[in-house]
């Protein structure tokens, strides 16, 4: 019988329908474009490999486009008969991922890698801040995640994938020694990697070496195509480089060539996100606000997220929604939240319902209140999801509703508190306070 490139039994008997399995799968955990085609190409080679066809689902996922991954895993199941265990144990986490509550697609990925530790393609689906343990809403979901890498470790060796994905882990954790070898180890065997790219810059980002990320970045990117997966994300990391550097020129021009609604080439969660961040965080850093870019946004959020789900892409739509000072929009969006928390479908609970008003209260200038809110949930937000990169919205947020109320004290009490490494805070009027 055939493997995967981790050793793993194929239900198939075609060399090609392999090679192309192989191939998507890198491309996956490299986070390059061409995976929904080059497991097209194993399908091609052998209509009835199941895997293909889950590869193409996670391809599809990937690209935001959950219709089609639904039917492309209705097929994988309908072919599932005489696959192995394993393969059948795949196919059947990932109907639970794209149809079950965030609880169970957890539950059923630990009963997985517990059995098949080596089966990357699913382990993929947790190994990052805003894979499956970072949209679970849990307090301590970091720590839950470097302990589940540290148990698999073995199993892995030195595989340059499981050392990025690792590494990723113990930094967001504070392991920073620890993280910088594993991704030197994965550098050193697949420099081409945009996730070991991306977790190159957290831990940059994490240990302050603010000059050594953009030169990186900037030299990385030039060999990096427009159509891979992080394309218009690590382009937002560098633009939060030079922001911090205060080239604001620079940082403004990387927004609209990559990353924003018009220049970015990513999916609707990733504009949103990354734009909507940006656009945040240049203002909080001093610079004028671009109502049309927010307007934009508000509609575009609309469109693509008429209803809640997932906290980390709540967390960016309320943004848009309070930027727009749509306090009815956003109360509407807050009951809906509530009702899905009620039938434990929002395992954030309340936190982004209050950073939602929080973000209001700001464009009110009711500082007090934004202080009063955002302070007591600072040791709340990893339940927001993402990385502590991505998460620092909110710190700095606060940190800037209290330079605009005067409070340097509390200004200077919130960054004494701040985790060790990370040593720009782009905020106006708080910067000089930190370091």
């Given at each position: 019988?055939?493997?995967?490139?981790?050793?793993?039994?194929?239900?198939?008997?075609?060399?090609?329908?392999?090679?192309?399995?192989?191939?998507?799968?890198?491309?996956?955990?490299?986070?390059?474009?061409?995976?929904?085609?080059?497991?097209?190409?194993?399908?091609?080679?052998?209509?009835?490999?199941?895997?293909?066809?889950?590869?193409?689902?996670?391809?599809?996922?990937?690209?935001?486009?959950?219709?089609?991954?639904?039917?492309?895993?209705?097929?994988?199941?309908?072919?599932?008969?005489?696959?192995?265990?394993?393969?059948?144990?795949?196919?059947?986490?990932?109907?639970?991922?794209?149809?079950?509550?965030?609880?169970?697609?957890?539950?059923?990925?630990?009963?997985?890698?517990?059995?098949?530790?080596?089966?990357?393609?699913?382990?993929?689906?947790?190994?990052?801040?805003?894979?499956?343990?970072?949209?679970?809403?849990?307090?301590?979901?970091?720590?839950?995640?470097?302990?589940?890498?540290?148990?698999?470790?073995?199993?892995?060796?030195?595989?340059?994938?499981?050392?990025?994905?690792?590494?990723?882990?113990?930094?967001?954790?504070?392991?920073?020694?620890?993280?910088?070898?594993?991704?030197?180890?994965?550098?050193?065997?697949?420099?081409?990697?945009?996730?070991?790219?991306?977790?190159?810059?957290?831990?940059?980002?994490?240990?302050?070496?603010?000059?050594?990320?953009?030169?990186?970045?900037?030299?990385?990117?030039?060999?990096?195509?427009?159509?891979?997966?992080?394309?218009?994300?690590?382009?937002?990391?560098?633009?939060?480089?030079?922001?911090?550097?205060?080239?604001?020129?620079?940082?403004?021009?990387?927004?609209?060539?990559?990353?924003?609604?018009?220049?970015?080439?990513?999916?609707?969660?990733?504009?949103?996100?990354?734009?909507?961040?940006?656009?945040?965080?240049?203002?909080?850093?001093?610079?004028?606000?671009?109502?049309?870019?927010?307007?934009?946004?508000?509609?575009?959020?609309?469109?693509?997220?008429?209803?809640?789900?997932?906290?980390?892409?709540?967390?960016?739509?309320?943004?848009?929604?309070?930027?727009?000072?749509?306090?009815?929009?956003?109360?509407?969006?807050?009951?809906?939240?509530a009702a899905l928390a009620e039938a434990g479908?929002?395992?954030?609970?309340?936190?982004?319902?209050?950073?939602?008003?929080?973000?209001?209260?700001?464009?009110?200038?009711?500082?007090?209140?934004?202080?009063?809110?955002?302070?007591?949930?600072?040791?709340?937000?990893?339940?927001?999801?993402?990385?502590?990169?991505?998460?620092?919205?909110?710190?700095?947020?606060?940190?800037?509703?209290?330079?605009?109320?005067?409070?340097?004290?509390?200004?200077?009490?919130?960054?004494?508190?701040?985790?060790?490494?990370?040593?720009?805070?782009?905020?106006?009027?708080?910067?000089?306070h930190h370091g």
């Open positions: 019988m055939l493997s995967d490139p981790y050793g793993l039994p194929l239900t198939t008997a075609s060399d090609a329908a392999r090679d192309a399995h192989a191939r998507g799968l890198d491309r996956v955990l490299t986070q390059y474009d061409g995976i929904v085609e080059a497991f097209d190409e194993a399908i091609a080679a052998d209509p009835g490999f199941a895997l293909a066809h889950v590869g193409r689902a996670q391809g599809l996922l990937l690209r935001g486009e959950t219709a089609a991954a639904a039917e492309a895993l209705a097929t994988a199941e309908s072919l599932a008969g005489g696959v192995t265990a394993r393969e059948a144990s795949q196919i059947a986490f990932y109907r639970t991922l794209m149809t079950r509550p965030i609880e169970a697609a957890i539950a059923a990925l630990e009963a997985h890698v517990e059995a098949w530790p080596r089966d990357a393609m699913v382990l993929n689906t947790n190994a990052n801040p805003n894979g499956l343990l970072g949209s679970s809403g849990q307090v301590g979901q970091k720590a839950r995640l470097a302990a589940m890498m540290d148990r698999l470790a073995p199993h892995y060796g030195e595989d340059w994938w499981f050392a990025s994905a690792h590494a990723m882990a113990l930094n967001e954790t504070g392991q920073h020694a620890a993280a910088r070898s594993r991704i030197e180890v994965s550098f050193a065997r697949r420099p081409d990697s945009a996730w070991v790219a991306h977790s190159r810059a957290h831990l940059c980002y994490e240990q302050g070496e603010g000059d050594a990320a953009r030169a990186f970045l900037r030299e990385w990117l030039r060999a990096y195509p427009r159509g891979g997966v992080l394309h218009g994300h690590l382009h937002w990391h560098l633009a939060l480089g030079e922001l911090e550097a205060g080239e604001t020129e620079a940082a403004l021009a990387l927004y609209r060539a990559a990353f924003s609604l018009e220049g970015g080439s990513g999916t609707a969660r990733q504009k949103l996100q990354d734009a909507s961040s940006f656009l945040w965080r240049w203002e909080l850093a001093g610079q004028p606000r671009d109502d049309a870019a927010w307007m934009a946004l508000r509609d575009f959020a609309r469109a693509h997220f008429p209803r809640p789900g997932i906290a980390f892409a709540d967390l960016h739509v309320m943004l848009a929604e309070a930027v727009a000072g749509d306090a009815a929009a956003l109360e509407s969006r807050i009951a809906q939240m479908r929002y395992p954030s609970g309340p936190v982004i319902p209050a950073i939602s008003r929080a973000f209001l209260a700001y464009g009110r200038r009711d500082f007090a209140s934004v202080i009063e809110t955002l302070e007591p949930l600072l040791p709340q937000s990893e339940r927001i999801g993402g990385s502590r990169a991505q998460t620092d919205l909110v710190e700095f947020t606060l940190l800037r509703a209290c330079a605009e109320a005067g409070r340097a004290e509390d200004a200077r009490r919130i960054l004494e508190a701040r985790r060790a490494g990370p040593a720009a805070v782009p905020v106006a009027g708080v910067a000089s």
